[in-house]
Structure formats: structure tokens, C-alpha cells
């Protein structure tokens, strides 16, 4: 898209044609107390080589996670292979839209490249419908709590598991607040770290008012949950349970949550294929079970054949959405991750089942690995029984801040300092492992967890 | 053009019907569901619901467009047609009898009275 602003004598004559004396009359309306007055905040204009240099400056500040540093991070962003043909596939500029089509009969091609992604999204979760994608994960779970209100009507109530990524709670209870009071959090198992069934119970007070139970796995310490036993508790009285995911990797090894009975799933997809960055993009997710489809945010792309028997690709049931039905649709989202839905397409072809879950596989091997390496000396011990995929939570003999500085003084990354959350976690080291972490990676980093 | 006798509509094209114990049968009428085309969906709501006359109560979704309904009286549903979940099409093959939506217990029946008869109705829908 080339960016053509106005000349002067464009603006004249539009002003002109519409009978305004100047740009500012337009914004006589807005009253003027709610005029912002005064000078922007904004740097002075800068020659492009002054630009180029300081942009420089600032990016070097960064310590980027390659090939040559070694890095445990992960808390919801995981430091995947992206492989080299995913990025020249997606260098294809018809693609660059973060749209979905308004016009399917001239954007085949986009239209049915969300259809793949949809159903191959569809099958790594365990559910009929897959949407064409949300901003990112908290933003999928986010959605998906207003959708359990939508179904459950006069239920609003919604209750979070604390294993939840703090980050996404935060989403959902910024998406709730206008609401009042209706956002409720219940307790972990200090033993297992997984969500206690108990301290739901004891939670959910009003079942009646309930619309959802939102849960994640793994969870945000890493580890799996077993969702079975309150998923059916929840069902019994009629609330809709959401499963959330950071790591959706993980599905090519575990239950996918589909298949445990959860009625809403949502999460993060940028672990298929979509290199980390700070501040995106990222790729939200989102499925559920086929009865809700009317309720579901976001677009939808389907398969159909024309009058003359020819496949073709649309956008189906729009009924649910703003510009059919306007304030009451179901849906606000008219844009999605166009362009990273895409590439975890892309990524998804070319792992196939087989290679997706040996990627998983891999994973989980060198998890393992790395926390028999890192607790056999007695500096960390594991925190959490449940069992994990590529992420563990280490209770750590030093502060982990202090382990994190030492250890990034040297270009190594250990993990994420869960003391940044909560004063109480300050000896706890949450330490992310995946393909591309060497067994060699691993025991540089056990040095400086045993010093 | 479909409009019986004992039946009573309200502008917005749904039909009411007293039934014996005094409860009001709510459906919409053959002009309606000729009008919208071929039925896929219908939202209705729970019974123990209130509904209040002139006042959404469901969505029809057709192969044209999404509609609202809107309730002819005020009262309580006591009855839904959950038929109509899975067969939604029911509606646009017997609209006065098997597509029924819901029997409502009503608030009070002179809304009921004050709904058009046939003829006026007839003379409604001819008026455009």
C-alpha cells in the first residue's frame, strides 16, 4: 500500500466541495474543554541518518534471543525453531493484510488459507470449530469469558484459576470491569501447582450465576492440568468451562483440551512458527465445541461449492457479526492475525503430525533433562509435582533476580524471576526448555544455578 | 397469503393464540416467514423468562438476514418449542401450528384483546 498524503490544493477543493472554511471547523462539534491544546509531546523531526543511528543505539540495548545466546525464558513466549521456508512463503505480499476478506469471490486465496488454518487449528485442540484467529492469547481468553456470559445469559460470574498467566488475568479482568463486580479467582494445590477442585468449590458460591471456569494447561508454571474431574463438576451445573494455553505445542504431545470436554478453548499460537517479539505479534487462538458457533467472536471462513458445483471459500455466518447486526453481533473483531495465522499455517504444513510431535517430543526429552541437571547439585529443587511439558518452576538456593543478573552478565538467559510477580517467589526460577536449548545450553546454566 | 381465523398479530408480525388454561401460544406468521425465506436458526428464550410486550424476546436468522422478535404481551414463558433448535425450518413449513415458539403465561390479557383479528391484520399487511 503506498502512502499518498494530501497536497494542499486537495484539501481546498474538498473543503470547497463540502462548504467548510477550514479542517478545524470540522471539530467545532467536540466541545472544547475536550480539546487538546498545547504541543504534542513529540521529538523534533530528525534527518534520516540522525534517526537511523539513534534507532540503532536503542536497538542494541536489547539482548535478542539467537542462535549464539542461550536462553530459559519462556512465561508465555516460547523461543521456538521457525523454519527457513515459512519465511519466504510469507514474503508473498498478497498475504499482507491483518483483514479478513470482505469480498471472498476476489480473495480466494487469503480465504482459504484461513480455512486450513481453522481446521488444522481445529484438530490440535480437540474441537470442531476454530475461528480465523484473535490479537494474542490473553485477548482470546479475554473474548472467550464474554462469550460463557453470552451463552449462560443471565450467568456472569466468572471464576479464574491463580495458575492462569497473571498477564491474561489482567486482560480478562480489564475486559470485565465495567461490569461490576463479577470477576472471581480461585486457589492452586501448593504441592502439585495445579488448580485446586476444592478451593473451586468452595469459590463458587452462586453455581446459577456462574457463566465460566477458565483454567490453563500447562499452566502458568508449567504444568499440566487434569481438568477432568471439575470440568464434569462445572457441566453438572451448567457452567461453561475455558480452556487457556501459552505453550499450544504442547497439544502435539498431551490430551488436547477439546477432548477433556472443555466447552471454549483459547490461547497463544505463537509457538507455531512465529518468532518472539517484544510486543508482538503474536497470534491469539480460539475453538469451541459446535453448539456455541453462533456466539463466537472473531470470523469465520468456510468451505462451500457455487451453483456450478466449483469449491469456493467464504466468510460464514455473519449473522453474528457488526456489520449485520450491528450492536447486538456477537462479534466486534472484523480484524484478526491475518498474516501470523498464516504463517502457524505454513508451519503446521510443513511439521505435519509426525514432525510436530516430534518437535514435542524433543521438547519435553530435553525438559526432562534439564531438571534432573539442575536440581542433582542441591542448588534448586523442583517447586512443583505435577507433571510439565517444556516449562518448571525451581525453588533456587540464591535470589533468582540474582541469577539472572549473573548469569545474562554473560549472555545467558536463565529464566524468568517469578519474584517479579510476587515478593514471596523471590527464590523462584521458572525455567522454559525447547528444541532449540543443547544439552550443552543446559549444563552452562546449572554452573550458575549451583554457585 | 395464510392468515386464519382465532388467530391475533401484532405489527411486527407475530401471531398470538388464547389456548384453553389461558395461557397465549406465540409463533409468527406466514407473511413473516414468507418474508424472511428459508429459516437456519432460532434463538428463544428460557422458560421462567419474562417477556415484555414490544420487547425482544428472540433472533430469527433466515438465509436473507437475522431478525429480532418482538413479543405481542407481556408475561412469563412457561413452554418452549425446543423443536425448533434442530429444525428450525418447521417455522416456514407450519407456521401457525408445529412452528410455534413459546406459551406465555400473560401479565394481562386485554393486551391480548387489543392485538389485531384476521381481517385487520389482513388489511395491515395489504396496506404494506
Not at chain 1, 487434569?226 to 494455553?245: G, N, Y
Not at chain 1, 503430525?353 to 534448586?380: H, M, P, Q, W
Not at chain 2, 418452549?80 to 406459551?103: C, H, K, Y
Request: proline share 5%; net charge negative; charged share 25%.
Amino acid at each position: 500500500m503506498r502512502y499518498l498524503p494530501h497536497t494542499l490544493e486537495d484539501i481546498e477543493s474538498m473543503l470547497e466541495a463540502i462548504g467548510v472554511e477550514s479542517i478545524e471547523e470540522l471539530f467545532e462539534q467536540i466541545p472544547a474543554e475536550y480539546r487538546f491544546k498545547g504541543k504534542l509531546a513529540l521529538a523534533e523531526p530528525q534527518s534520516e541518518l540522525s534517526l537511523e543511528r539513534d534507532l540503532g543505539l536503542l536497538a542494541a540495548k536489547n539482548q535478542v534471543a539467537s542462535p549464539e545466546t542461550v536462553s530459559f525464558l519462556g512465561a508465555g513466549m516460547y523461543n521456538h525453531h521457525s523454519p527457513h521456508a515459512l519465511n519466504q512463503l510469507l514474503l508473498r505480499a498478497e498475504y499482507y493484510t491483518s483483514y479478513t476478506p470482505y469480498q471472498p469471490e476476489i480473495s480466494q486465496g487469503t480465504t482459504k488459507a484461513i480455512f486450513e488454518f481453522q481446521s488444522m487449528v481445529a484438530e490440535l485442540l480437540g474441537v470442531p470449530i476454530a475461528n480465523a484467529s484473535m490479537y494474542d492469547g490473553a485477548h482470546a481468553t479475554a473474548e472467550a469469558a464474554l462469550m460463557a456470559q453470552r451463552v449462560g445469559r443471565k450467568r456472569d460470574y466468572v471464576f479464574v484459576a491463580e495458575s492462569v498467566h497473571p498477564e491474561y488475568r489482567d486482560v480478562i479482568k480489564t475486559y470485565l470491569a465495567a461490569q461490576g463486580d463479577v470477576y472471581r479467582e480461585f486457589g492452586v494445590d501448593p504441592q502439585t501447582g495445579r488448580f485446586s477442585l476444592e478451593s473451586l468449590q468452595k469459590a463458587v458460591d452462586e453455581p446459577d450465576k456462574t457463566a465460566c471456569i477458565i483454567y490453563q494447561s500447562p499452566n502458568f508454571f508449567g504444568v499440566l492440568e487434569d481438568p477432568r474431574e471439575m470440568i464434569e463438576w462445572a457441566h453438572s451445573h451448567k457452567i461453561q468451562v475455558v480452556s487457556c494455553f501459552n505453550e499450544a505445542l504442547a497439544f502435539a504431545l498431551t490430551t488436547p483440551p477439546g477432548h477433556f470436554g472443555a466447552d471454549i478453548i483459547a490461547g497463544e499460537g505463537t509457538s507455531l512458527g512465529i518468532p518472539m517479539g517484544y510486543g508482538g505479534p503474536a497470534l491469539g487462538i480460539f475453538g469451541c465445541r459446535e453448539q456455541l458457533v453462533r456466539k463466537m467472536p472473531g470470523r469465520l471462513a468456510g468451505y462451500t461449492v457455487d451453483t456450478e458445483g466449483r469449491e469456493g471459500y467464504v466468510l460464514t455466518l455473519s449473522t453474528r457479526e457488526q456489520h449485520i447486526r450491528r450492536e447486538k453481533a456477537t462479534s466486534n473483531i472484523c480484524t484478526n492475525q491475518g498474516l501470523m495465522a498464516l504463517a502457524a499455517a505454513i508451519y503446521l504444513s510443513l511439521m505435519g503430525k509426525e514432525g510436530l510431535r516430534d518437535v514435542a517430543k524433543l521438547n519435553f526429552s530435553r525438559a526432562k533433562y534439564a531438571l534432573e541437571k539442575l536440581t542433582e547439585n542441591g542448588g534448586a529443587r523442583r517447586r512443583f509435582s505435577g507433571p510439565i511439558f517444556n516449562e518448571f518452576v525451581l525453588e533456587t538456593r540464591a535470589k533468582a533476580s540474582d541469577i539472572v543478573a549473573e548469569a545474562s552478565a554473560d549472555g545467558i538467559m536463565p529464566g524468568f524471576d517469578m519474584g517479579r510477580i510476587n515478593p514471596d517467589w523471590e527464590n523462584y526460577l521458572m525455567v522454559a526448555v525447547t528444541e532449540k536449548t543443547t544439552r550443552d545450553n543446559i549444563d552452562k546454566l546449572a554452573k550458575y544455578i549451583d554457585k | 397469503m395464510e392468515i386464519p381465523e382465532g388467530y391475533r398479530f401484532s405489527e411486527e408480525h407475530e401471531w398470538a393464540r388464547e389456548e384453553e388454561d389461558g395461557s397465549i401460544t406465540i409463533g409468527i406468521s406466514w407473511h413473516a416467514q414468507d418474508l424472511l425465506g428459508d429459516i437456519v436458526y432460532v434463538e428463544l428464550p428460557e422458560e421462567g423468562d419474562s417477556i415484555e410486550s414490544g420487547e425482544e424476546f428472540g433472533v430469527l436468522e433466515s438465509v436473507k438476514a437475522a431478525s429480532d422478535l418482538y413479543a405481542p404481551i407481556s408475561g412469563e414463558v412457561i413452554v418452549v418449542n425446543m423443536e425448533l433448535e434442530d429444525a428450525p425450518q418447521t417455522i416456514n413449513e407450519s407456521p401457525f401450528d408445529e412452528g410455534w415458539m413459546m406459551r406465555v403465561r400473560p401479565d394481562d390479557i386485554q393486551e391480548f384483546n387489543d392485538l389485531m383479528d384476521a381481517d385487520e391484520y389482513r388489511a395491515f399487511v395489504e396496506r404494506g
